[in-house]
């Protein structure tokens, strides 16, 4: 759809993009620098964030389903890329046909793979997760410290073991350093295999936890891996919503579905051409009165914060423009959703989530435009 007959344009800025992987790679030392470009490039698109992460220089990436790391090959042809979900039953074949490398989790998946490689006579590459708190994926830390003695090793080469921090956000959560301390037990037993455990907040912990690779997501793509500073990254996306009506609502009148909102002068109304089909979310909604400070959704018009109206539906938002002359506001008229000084990790916070969440729903439905060339 071209953006003039769309609702919503999403901008993505893949110079951006390629600068903040190289300013993640140069935070992380002398370690590798991977890239996590799960839930289609958290947003981005695959087929345009994997070209131009590598020419910036990566070389390696990790996504979450086998589905992803395929599409992820067809423009990384000689990438090294792992997938974190693991090793679903059966589908070792793919991995093999696409070189691809299954992070495996469990004792299961181990004897899985090498009975696969087996199978194979060759001697396949995967990654070995080990749970060192997140209590999700992964084998215990008992039990990454049985590896040296599992004899289902010899049949494949761990090219990498791993773990994954629960709040590397908090810098200052001592989950962090039991963490760091757990995953060094377990590398410590197997002292030649490349180790990893830094995600992009990680990269950024006092003590540098950078092993041999770090793989940032979040920050590569403008989110703040360091919420209690000022964000290092440069922001990748912005989001445009198009006014498809303007009107004036009577005092005492609502606006939208439920009649949440209720106005208590004269308000002018802007309806956006985005909702929570688009990946916008409807937690977003201004419940209250107008006038009042709300945890809600905010838009930039014409250069002016303006607060939403009412409930985020499925096609539609309201946002009230009564302070912006009217001059400056017409039907057809972009309004900011994302973007200046509308930062993704505000509009996560006014949403009551997180930007991560935000950018992984970004919809199917907005017009595309990319700029720079990442080269």
């Known amino acids: 759809m071209p953006a003039s007959g769309a609702g919503g344009v999403l901008h993505i800025d893949l110079d951006a993009l390629a600068a903040n992987w190289r300013a993640l790679r140069d935070a992380a030392g002398g370690a590798e620098t991977a890239a996590v470009v799960k839930a289609n490039a958290y947003g981005t698109g695959i087929e345009k964030a994997v070209p131009a992460l590598g020419r910036a220089g990566c070389r390696t990436f990790f996504v ?216 916008y979310p409807r937690s977003s909604s201004a419940r209250g009165k107008s006038g009042e400070e709300l945890l809600a959704g905010v838009a930039l018009v014409a250069g002016q914060r303006c607060p939403f109206a009412g409930n985020v539906s499925m096609d539609l938002l309201a946002v009230d423009v009564t302070d912006v002359p009217e001059a400056q506001v017409k039907r057809g008229d972009p309004v900011t959703l994302i973007g200046g000084e509308l930062t993704l990790d505000e509009v996560g916070r006014r949403a009551g989530t997180i930007g991560y969440e935000i950018l992984t729903n970004l919809g199917s439905r907005y017009a595309r435009t990319y700029s720079g060339d990442a080269g």
């Open 64 to 279: 979450a389903h086998l589905s992803e790391a395929v599409r992820a090959r067809a423009v990384a042809y000689d990438a090294t890329i792992y997938v974190l979900n693991g090793l679903l039953p059966g589908t070792a074949p793919s991995y093999a046909e696409h070189d691809l490398r299954p992070v495996l989790g469990s004792f299961e998946e181990i004897e899985e793979w090498a009975g696969f490689c087996r199978s194979q006579n060759h001697r396949l590459k995967a990654a070995i997760h080990v749970d060192t708190g997140m209590n999700r994926l992964g084998l215990t830390v008992p039990q990454g410290l049985m590896l040296k003695d599992t004899a289902a090793l010899q049949d494949f080469e761990t090219a990498l073991l791993m773990s994954h921090f629960v709040s590397a956000e908090e810098s200052d959560n001592p989950l962090n350093r039991q963490q760091a301390e757990a995953f060094e037990a377990v590398r410590s037993s197997l002292p030649h295999v490349p180790a990893s455990l830094s995600n992009s907040s990680g990269i950024f912990l006092r003590d540098k936890p950078h092993y041999d690779l770090v793989r940032p997501g979040y920050a590569l793509y403008g989110g703040n891996p360091t919420p209690d500073l000022d964000n290092p990254m440069r922001p990748v996306i912005g989001l445009e919503g198009r006014i498809v009506q303007l009107r004036w609502v009577e005092a005492e009148h609502t606006v939208g579905y439920n009649g949440r909102w209720l106005a208590l002068s004269k308000r002018r109304i802007a309806t956006i051409s985005v909702g929570y089909a688009d990946g």
